[in-house]
């Protein structure tokens, strides 16, 4: 049975060391993410959340699979919107490579196979961010606030 999941690539006009901090660090990704920081220990088995800043609301909790600083960083992903609803945990991973000198984003989100409401949310759910990412790197901006 093939897994389902979903892939994204986007080039961003940046550092690695600058992508690296923008997925990793609280004030960062909020400014991109929907207005949920980023609150996790960098290291393998930590937990995991994206958290509403000014309500302390957790919108997606998970926990540290993998990190190597500047090229991968993989977690846990399971939204907490609906504790009476809550589906198994699926995983993202992000890859920071380069293509001709441009680095390159690759995200993956995985193994949806029990998680169908998950995966359909998702599915509409990374291209903004992604693009919200790469305007706020290219341009010092964020898409929308």
Request: hydrophobic share 35%.
């Amino acid at each position: 049975m093939a897994t389902k999941r979903h892939v994204y690539e986007v080039y961003i006009r940046t550092t690695p060391a600058r992508l690296w901090e923008a997925i990793t660090k609280f004030e960062v990704v909020r400014r991109y993410y929907y207005g949920y920081g980023l609150r996790a220990r960098l290291r393998k088995g930590a937990p995991l959340e994206y958290v509403d800043p000014d309500t302390g609301k957790v919108a997606i909790a998970g926990k540290v699979l993998e990190v190597v600083p500047r090229k991968r960083f993989v977690h846990t992903f399971q939204f907490r919107h609906d504790p009476k609803r809550l589906e198994p945990p699926s995983r993202v991973t992000y890859t920071i490579s380069k293509w001709q000198g441009v680095p390159l984003l690759r995200l993956v989100h995985d193994r949806l196979e029990k998680s169908p409401r998950t995966g359909k949310s998702v599915e509409g759910g990374w291209g903004p961010i992604l693009s919200g990412l790469k305007s706020l790197l290219e341009t010092g901006k964020p898409l929308w606030k």
